[in-house]
């Protein structure tokens, strides 16, 4: 196969790691920066890297940041209409990446989420903490990645200065339940398909409420129980994702999905498991695209 790995950091820990596994798989592999990525639409669409065309393509591993997430959509969705099989494709993307639309996505097919406030005034404030159960809460920048934007406000001084401050920035957030029972900890299932390849429990740091290893969180290999599987691989299959890191952490009412992330570093997940989710997700790659040759013969022949 031709796979291109869509990344703006070639040496990144999870890019290398799936470079490496489509090369023991014996495919052609390259790594594209996709904000140097022309999209050419003319009698027929191709993708122009820095002066080279890219017309053939049989699948595409997206490594897309939250930052640059719509230019990044706009290229997967490019190769989508190539013909190329992906791991997240472009409406999922943008749909993961939006954490408004997520949980709103998630709690309407009655997945189990945090209770959540997306307020517009600072008027509001008082209805959202109640409606959340009280001091502290978690506000929650839309765009934050490996914990940063995400702040505990233990006062209702520190709640007003922290949405004043991102209301008046245009900066879009949330305001969800701080779970305390929790104790700092979830657990971040790496789901492949239809399936959980992976799965770690992430504890805090000592005083910090955030678990990611980022933030120096620490991961252990878990198995998941029947209630979280069920809910990782209903969040991932909801929001549209082939390859997605599911966050779920425990609480009085039960376990609940926290996040769901459509570009799930590999690193941490891979260290504290020994599972190669690499070389899972380019077979299931492998898979996608032999069923899609399948149909494109079967139809040819009809």
């Known amino acids: 196969m031709r796979i291109f790995i869509l990344s703006r950091g070639a040496y990144l820990y999870s890019t290398q790691s799936l470079l490496n596994?489509?090369?023991?798989?014996?495919?052609?592999?390259?790594?594209?920066?996709?904000?140097?990525?022309?999209?050419?639409?003319?009698?027929d669409l191709y993708v122009?890297?820095?002066?080279?065309?890219?017309?053939?393509?049989?699948a595409i591993i997206p490594r897309i940041g939250a930052s640059v997430t719509r230019e990044g959509a706009a290229v997967?969705?490019?190769?989508?209409?190539?013909?190329a099989c992906?791991?997240?494709?472009?409406?999922?993307?943008?749909?993961?990446?939006?954490?408004?639309?997520?949980?709103?996505?998630?709690?309407?097919r009655g997945l189990p989420v945090p209770r959540t406030w997306a307020i517009h005034s600072t008027e509001q404030l008082s209805f959202a903490v109640k409606a959340l159960g009280?001091?502290?809460?978690v506000v929650k920048v839309m765009e934050s990645t490996h914990g940063t934007g995400v702040l505990l406000a233990e006062t209702a001084q520190m709640l007003l200065t922290m949405t004043d401050t991102l209301l008046r920035s245009n900066q879009p957030f949330l305001l969800q339940e701080y779970i305390r029972e929790a104790g700092g900890a979830d657990h971040r299932m790496l789901v492949v398909g239809n399936r959980i390849v992976a799965a770690m429990r992430r504890q805090a740091l000592p005083g910090e409420f955030r678990s990611n290893l980022h933030?120096?969180?620490?991961?252990?290999?878990?198995?998941?129980?029947?209630?979280?599987?069920?809910?990782?691989?209903?969040?991932?299959?909801?929001?549209?994702?082939?390859?997605?890191g599911v966050d779920i952490i425990s609480s009085s009412r039960g376990p609940l999905v926290m996040e769901v992330n459509a570009s799930p570093g590999l690193e941490g997940i891979e260290h504290a498991t020994g599972v190669d989710i690499a070389g899972a997700i380019v077979k299931w790659l492998e898979r996608r695209?032999?069923?899609k040759r399948k149909r494109n013969d079967g139809s040819n022949r009809s």
Request: with cysteine.
């Open 21 to 43: 596994a489509c090369y023991r798989k014996g495919h052609q592999v390259r790594v594209l920066d996709h904000m140097q990525c022309d999209l050419v639409i003319g009698p």
């Open 48 to 58: 122009n890297h820095l002066g080279d065309e890219l017309r053939e393509v049989d």
């Open 76 to 83: 997967v969705r490019h190769f989508e209409l190539m013909g």
């Open 86 to 108: 992906t791991t997240v494709r472009a409406d999922a993307l943008l749909r993961a990446r939006d954490k408004l639309v997520a949980l709103q996505i998630l709690a309407a």
């Open 134 to 137: 009280g001091l502290p809460v």
């Open 215 to 244: 933030l120096g969180g620490a991961g252990v290999r878990i198995v998941p129980g029947p209630r979280e599987q069920e809910l990782a691989l209903a969040a991932a299959r909801l929001l549209g994702l082939g390859v997605a």
């Open 289 to 291: 695209v032999r069923e």
